[in-house]
């Protein structure tokens, strides 16, 4: 039996959940206060995802970095590896916001995005 | 050199998510020449640097970037035609609105304005402002000026971190380094609660496995040229350290993230009230400060925690200052202060101006037992007026009521406070209709 005690971040009320199973299995679950905790603390029992925002690095623009993010939340166990390959990439203007940069990110089946676009005209960001 | 004069209805100084919506809004509300001043070379604000999702879960009911969510307003005020002079420090404001600011091709630029809107921000608390004794070596950085550098200059700033404060911009820090590759050693943090929000230790400490000290605080910095340690200890219940309790953590950096201050320079410069609790200026239920025609929103005020909360008061001083030029209203009136009561460290806006029964212009109740403006009747903006305050210390169950001449005038009871989370209440307006000579308290009274 594992045991883990897990803080909502859906909503400030950060209600402390503890879930207990086994493997795929949950036995129980208590201390939510709404269905949408309780599928949080599911998940984050099961697979907890993040969504990793960083930054890459961007030629032809006035600022070296520009930010990105998965399109979607990645396995947290994932995180570091995709920052591995991400640090490696370099990208030039022009970019749109949300164009992909990197597709499949670590075979995670999830993009890496461009928060922004890069353009030259100051008014854009 | 030559100087160059503009004219405008409406001025915001600072383009972050504060000045922005305020210029969309003034837009919005009729006026037609807004422009926005701003020191750095693009708008946005702190925005720009803080790339980690949390932004418009109330506001856009999204989760966006702090890039995204600033996108999503310049996009707009480009589309309403707010005027944006970048790279142009605003140095003061003259009696008449006149905005006088240095921009390194035009030189001295002045705009006149008919309402100006404050919004630029806060600045960080440095360790000048903690008296941290020690060695003076390089490594030592605002959380907020490493975020900067990281994030939009692309200079690493440390290998082995150290942070003090659980603020916010702290966690948030703690988790970059790390997947940046550094080691982070410890947040520090001289309370015995955390400072930021809980899904920030969620997702930027426990996620990392990185160790949160509470009750602690620096006691020394060592090192020569750079960081080489940095000296701990246990705090007493006076928050004072006990140095029998001292323990050393090598490391090469120490950032701090130790609260914020609203950057009023120019406020005071310009004579308006100040709020001793908030450092900002004092404002009323419009965002109107002690001088009629400036308004002031956003972190220049009070510190958020949230961009949300930002940008729907921004847009409520937006929508006044059009109003002030387009119609003269809101007049300065009698006001009637909103105090912090027991369990609470600020109330925001600091007074509601009410408007006088013998206001040329008051119309008398109109038989839906509804009075419209004037009639001795506060008029906000929307029916409701918003009071935004913090608590003291955490606490679990807390009922929050704001008092007014000894009557209970709303109430609402939240499953938990915690002084790192702004808290609100809502007041209707109507119910202070004849209200006089007195004042609105706010209290927070744990329940269980
Ligand atoms: C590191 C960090 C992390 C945060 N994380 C979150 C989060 O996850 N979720 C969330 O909702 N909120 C978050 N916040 C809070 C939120 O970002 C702020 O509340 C918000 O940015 C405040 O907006 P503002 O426009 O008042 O100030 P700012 O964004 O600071 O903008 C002020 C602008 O004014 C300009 N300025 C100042 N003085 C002058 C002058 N004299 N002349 C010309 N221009 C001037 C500055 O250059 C700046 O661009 C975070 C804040 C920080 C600092
Ligand atoms: S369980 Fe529901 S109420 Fe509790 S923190 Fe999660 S979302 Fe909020």
């Known amino acids: 039996m594992r045991e883990q005690e897990i803080i909502c971040t859906i909503c400030p009320a950060g209600c402390h959940i503890q879930v207990s199973g086994q493997g795929q299995d949950i036995k129980s679950i208590e201390g939510y206060s709404c269905p949408r905790g309780k599928e949080y603390a599911e998940n984050e029992f099961l697979c ?23 399109a979607k939340p990645i396995p947290k166990s994932k995180l570091f590896e995709c920052m591995d390959i991400i640090r490696k990439e370099r990208f030039r203007v022009p970019i749109e916001q949300y164009q992909v940069l990197i597709k499949d990110l670590a075979g995670t089946g999830i993009d890496l995005i461009a928060c922004s676009e890069r353009k030259g005209d100051p008014y854009d960001i | 050199m030559q100087e160059k004069r503009y004219d405008f209805e409406v001025a915001v100084i600072g383009a972050g998510p504060a000045g922005l919506a305020a210029a969309i809004a003034a837009r919005r509300q009729g006026a037609k ?24 879960l109330s506001y856009f009911q999204k989760e966006l970037t702090g890039p995204e969510y600033a996108g999503r307003f310049i996009k707009q005020a480009k589309e309403e035609g707010v005027e944006l002079l970048l790279d142009s420090m605003v140095l003061n404001i003259e009696e008449d609105g006149t905005i006088l600011c240095s ?31 020690g060695t003076r070596p390089a490594g030592v950085y605002t959380a907020g000026a490493a975020q900067r550098l990281i994030n939009r200059q692309n200079e690493m700033v440390g290998k082995k971190v150290v942070i003090l404060g659980s603020g916010d911009i702290g966690m948030i820090m703690a988790r970059r380094m790390t997947l940046e590759g550094a080691k ?52 007493d219940e006076h928050r004072r350290p006990d140095l029998s309790t001292e323990r050393f953590i090598a490391c090469d950096t120490l950032l701090l993230s130790v609260g914020l201050l609203p950057e009023n320079e120019l406020t005071r410069a310009a004579g308006i009230r100040m709020s001793a609790a908030t450092n900002g200026p004092m404002i009323n239920q419009y965002m109107q400060t002690s001088r009629a025609d400036i308004f002031a929103c956003g972190n220049v005020v009070h510190v958020n925690d949230l961009a949300d909360n930002v940008s729907a008061e921004s847009e409520l001083a937006g929508r006044s200052a059009a109003r002030y030029v387009l119609e003269g209203f809101p007049k300065r009136n009698r006001e009637i202060p909103c105090t912090a009561g027991s369990g609470i460290r600020y109330v925001c806006p600091q007074m509601l101006s009410v408007r006088e029964e013998e206001d040329a212009d008051c119309k008398e ?25 913090r608590v003291k210390a955490p606490g679990a169950k807390t009922t929050l009521t704001a008092w007014c001449g000894g009557r209970v005038i709303a109430e609402r009871t939240v499953r938990r406070v915690n002084p790192g989370e702004m808290e609100h209440i809502d007041i209707h307006a109507e119910i202070l209709t004849g209200a006089e000579d007195t004042e609105i308290t706010v209290e927070a009274r744990e329940v269980g």
């Open chain 2, 184 to 235: 982070v050693e410890a947040v520090v943090e001289i309370m015995d609660y955390l400072a930021g929000l809980t899904r920030n230790k969620v997702q930027c400490l426990d996620d990392f496995d990185i160790p949160l000290l509470l009750g602690h605080t620096v006691t020394r910095i060592t090192g020569e040229y750079r960081v080489e340690g940095v000296w701990i200890a246990q705090v």
């Open chain 2, 365 to 389: 109740d109109q038989g839906d037992g509804r009075k419209i403006e004037g009639c001795g009747t506060i008029t906000g903006d929307r029916e409701e007026i918003r009071l935004y305050f």
């Open chain 2, 33 to 56: 020449k807004v422009i926005i001043i701003e020191r750095d070379t693009a708008p946005g604000g702190i925005l720009q640097q803080c790339i980690h999702a949390g932004f418009g």
């Open chain 2, 103 to 133: 921009n390194p091709g035009k030189g001295l630029v002045y705009v006149r304005a008919g309402a100006v809107v404050l919004a630029m921000g806060c600045r960080e608390r440095t360790r000048f402002n903690l008296r941290i004794p």
């Open chain 1, 48 to 70: 907890p995802v993040r969504t990793l925002t960083t930054t890459v690095k961007v030629d032809g623009a006035e600022e070296p970095l520009l930010a990105v993010r998965t």
